[in-house]
């Protein structure tokens, strides 16, 4: 297990940040870290990466325990902190070489990291003359120098424009699949956007921690169906595993089933018993987003 995380909790003072955390995380996986600010999700990196210790529970990273053994966590962690701080008067190059000097590396590869990161266009800049997007590569460059096996990136594409946000994104799809990559964002499409797994944080507490793709099987199912007439609540009510209906507008209704098998036959079969026609019938997705919302009680 790359990371294991086992009851944490932090209180900054009398204030609980993190309460009684546990998920462990597998090579190859980018797992997103998804919650409303303030959730606890930097507090959570932190202690990942060694910065700040727990107030209770233990976490090991390659099966070091983080409070330890700090110097192996660190050796195998690349962090990327929030709002990267970087020093802005350094150019490229010497901003690279002085984070390898600080993990004492002898003879960094530095220019094979440049051209990795997608940094060469502007290489030999200083830092202040990069845009947002090309400081962020300076970023995860920096994190990526000791060729770490564990990836924590916390907030990696907040303040970027749609371009640079879909090239850092790929740019973490491809460093991020030989290594444990744990991403924190409040965006629910970033997620579906890179991520394997997505755990949802709230209050300090998980509240959901699934694979993508069973989100994509979900146990339900949301049919929205328009007739030609009205029909009563009550009749579609005889359809069968139904559990909620929503008139929508008009003779618009959303339907929601408690299966995940395809319902749609069943509603032609009931318009046609009842003398309807359909004029359209969908399924409506059950998306991370709508989970997410429904989980931290966003409106
Ligand atoms: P997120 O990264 O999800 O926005 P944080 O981990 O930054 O959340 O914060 C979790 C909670 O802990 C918030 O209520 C925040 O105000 C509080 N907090 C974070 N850092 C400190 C600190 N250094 N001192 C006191 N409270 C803090």
Do not use: W
């Amino acid at each position: 297990m790359s990371i294991a995380v086992s009851e944490v909790s932090k209180y900054y003072g009398s204030q609980q940040a993190l309460q009684s955390i546990t998920f462990h995380l597998k090579k190859g996986e980018i797992t997103g870290f998804l919650g409303p600010n303030g959730a606890g999700k930097s507090t959570m990196m932190k202690i990942i990466t060694g910065y700040l210790a727990p107030s209770s529970g233990v976490v090991t990273v390659n099966g070091f325990d983080i409070t330890k053994h700090r110097k192996k966590v660190q050796e195998s962690v690349g962090y990327l902190p929030e709002n990267n701080p970087l020093y802005l008067d350094m150019y490229v190059r010497e901003y690279l070489k002085f984070n390898a000097g600080l993990h004492n590396m002898k003879n960094p590869s530095i220019e094979d990291l440049i051209t990795r990161t997608g940094l060469t266009p502007e290489a030999h800049k200083k830092i202040e003359a990069l845009s947002k997007g090309y400081r962020q590569r300076v970023g995860l460059a920096a994190a990526l120098l000791h060729d770490p096996e564990v990836l924590i990136l916390d907030e990696p594409t907040t303040g970027l424009d749609p371009n640079q946000l879909v090239d850092i994104r790929k740019l973490i799809k491809t460093v991020g699949r030989e290594k444990t990559v744990l991403l924190s964002t409040h965006i629910m499409q970033e997620v579906e956007a890179i991520c394997d797994r997505a755990i949802i944080i709230d209050h300090g507490m998980i509240v959901a921690d699934k694979r993508l793709d069973e989100l994509k099987d979900a146990k339900e199912q949301v049919l929205v169906v328009e007739f030609d007439y009205r029909v009563e609540e009550m009749a579609l009510q005889q359809l069968p595993r139904v559990m909620a209906i929503k008139n929508t507008t008009r003779f618009c209704y959303e339907i929601l089933f408690d299966t995940a098998k395809d319902m749609r036959p069943m509603v032609f079969d009931f318009a046609y018993d009842n003398g309807l026609k359909i004029l359209q019938l969908n399924k409506k997705n059950t998306t991370l987003e709508s989970l997410f919302q429904e989980l931290t009680k966003i409106t």
